[in-house]
């Protein structure tokens, strides 16, 4: 079965700082991979995904991730850090094989940002 | 315009008891889902559902139950509540798979 670690519990970072949060998969395909963000008492937005083609992807808010096969990564970066960034982040793997597919999540970095 | 809609928003249950957190959904949307949050936990995966008629257990089942009698609906019962259910619970739904999910703003239960 398909699992994700985020290593990260919580980071802090200062404003203005840039920023990598790890996302690492358990599956033996290329599975679809995304990231979600959570701000406090809201539900998940999405910020990116990944499912084939060019391994660098955009998403909203600035942010980009990068899919490494040999490491089986999806981590997450963004080159300058806001303030209004600091939230839960998510990241979630689909198998992607058939049509009962399951969306699975990570257990999440929580971002503190230093004005 | 809106999306998926939870309710209720909050409820606090005595051990035993029983209830339904209702989840609907205006977006014709085949892919449903139920999950969990825990802090440090992320999601869990309890039940989803492909499509009307059509479910399947997640990663943390164990004391829930769903049907999927309509397209737009997707309850979750909790039977016989116990302190390990008290939790976030979200709903959520896409129109096919690989696709963007669209969740709701959430269930806060206690179990007392």
């Known amino acids: 079965a398909q699992s994700v670690t985020q290593p990260d519990i919580h980071i802090t970072v200062s404003e203005g700082a840039s920023l990598e949060l790890r996302c690492n998969y358990s599956?033996?395909?290329?599975?679809?991979l995304f990231w979600y963000v959570q701000s406090p008492g809201q539900g998940l937005q999405l910020l990116l995904k990944y499912f084939s083609g060019d391994t660098l992807v955009q998403g909203i808010k600035g942010f980009e991730a990068e899919f490494k096969r040999s490491q089986s990564s999806f981590n997450l970066r963004k080159p300058s850090v806001h303030w209004s960034d600091a939230a839960e982040y998510f990241c979630?793997?689909?198998?992607?094989?058939?049509?009962?597919?399951?969306?699975?999540f990570g257990p999440g970095t929580s971002l503190s940002v230093i004005p | 315009n809106a999306g998926v809609t939870q309710t209720p928003k909050f409820r606090i249950l005595k051990i035993g008891q029983s209830m339904t957190l209702q989840c609907t959904q205006d977006?014709?949307?085949?892919?449903m889902y139920w999950y969990r949050q825990d802090p440090g936990m992320g999601l869990k995966l309890i039940y989803y559902?492909?499509?009307?008629?059509?479910?399947d257990k997640g990663e943390v089942p164990n004391g829930y139950n769903v049907s999927r009698s309509t397209t737009e609906d997707f309850p979750l019962r909790l039977e016989l509540a116990a302190p390990s259910q008290t939790s976030v619970y979200f709903c959520?739904?896409?129109?096919?798979?690989?696709?963007?999910?669209?969740f709701g703003s959430g269930t806060q239960l206690s179990v007392l």
């Open positions: 977006m014709n949307h085949n892919y």
């Open positions: 599956y033996g395909a290329t599975p679809y």
């Open positions: 559902s492909v499509g009307a008629g059509i479910t």
């Open positions: 979630a793997v689909e198998e992607g094989k058939t049509s009962y597919d399951k969306v699975i």
């Open positions: 959520a739904s896409s129109y096919t798979k690989n696709e963007k999910l669209f």
